[in-house]
């Protein structure tokens, strides 16, 4: 396991009032180019230096609705990238389609809608290699694309009936003979339970109220038959409850809204520190009130502790934002097939996380093969060298 060291924050940082306020420049804490380049990093995944100039002009409040509210023509672009995705799912390999996101990442004018997918990506990990259609990780890749910045109980009642979910967990046929444990216990999971706070009784019973959806020819059905009508006891509460009533119930648990606090923190935060409930517990607390995923990255990206050393560099790079970031400033495109292979030699296969809890990340990323791997890309992509030299795919 690698090594890894963690730090407490100031007190000033460690103050939640302070933390969670809006950045103001200061002469103490200027905008400038650093915290520019900053900001693009985190909240997508680089910018040009055109980009980062209008950024240091025009400042961190607009720079910042800017990315939750892109100018230009976003649904032409996504009207345009949907139709031909959906399209290729239905023709091509998984490679292809794995090809085309990162193609999209990089042309996007909408970088962090297509980040906040990229992180429910490794939060609902859903992989090909088990689900074995394009079609459905496409299905699934949308879903994830479409509420990925919206309400996230309505994200985890489509995750709840995705297709490529309960073939990736083994759930696709859920019948009340044989309801899926598995699937349940990962469900409490991702709602934020871990497997002290979860007893068997529970698991059972999650699984006994999703019972009923099954999977056919590559369609989500609910066969009413199949469906266990019985009483359940779920976390405390008890009635004939379905899969819509178990998600209900999750999110009235503080776990969920902690879990997602907590990992929404490590991804623009800090990798590095372990906040204290104290610190998160105004954004636990407002999260809880309605699901917001945007008012709640909103809130860390304006903040103080956002813009403050406690965040800077305390991230270490996913293969994703490492080549990215090298590509976006370039402005140009690159074969991305070939670059999709180089991303899973470096860890990171888009579309077959390793596990069901996805990519471990931080320090995980980084060995003394993975080291040498990113210095080679990175040659190769600033060099147009290689495979980067050649026609676009």
Known sequence: MPAQTTKTPSSCESDPRWAWSPYRPDVQRPWDLARAGHL??????????????????????????????PEGDVDGFTRTHDGYEASLARSETADALQAWWLRRMIQSPHPLLEKTTLFWHGHFATGNVKVKSSELMSRHMQRLRTHALGNYAELLAGVSRDPAVLLWLGADENRKSRPSEPYARQFLQWCGLSEEQMSQKDIREVARAFTGWVVLRNELRFLEREHDTGVKNILGRQGPFKGDDVVRIALEQQAAPRLVVRKVYRWLVSETDRPSDALLAPLVEMFAKDYGIARLVETVLRSNLFFSPAAYRQRVKSPVEFALGIIRPLERLVP??????????????????????????????INEATLLARDSLAVALLSGSGPYGDALD
């Open 40 to 69: 693009l990093r985190r909240a997508g995944f680089g910018g040009t230096w055109p980009q980062l100039q209008q950024c240091v002009a025009e400042g961190p409040e607009r720079s910042i609705d800017r990315l939750l509210r």
């Open 336 to 365: 991305t097939v070939q670059l999709g292979n180089h991303l899973a030699m470096l860890g990171q296969d888009l579309g077959d996380p390793p596990t069901a809890n996805g990519w471990e990340g931080g320090p995980y990323w």
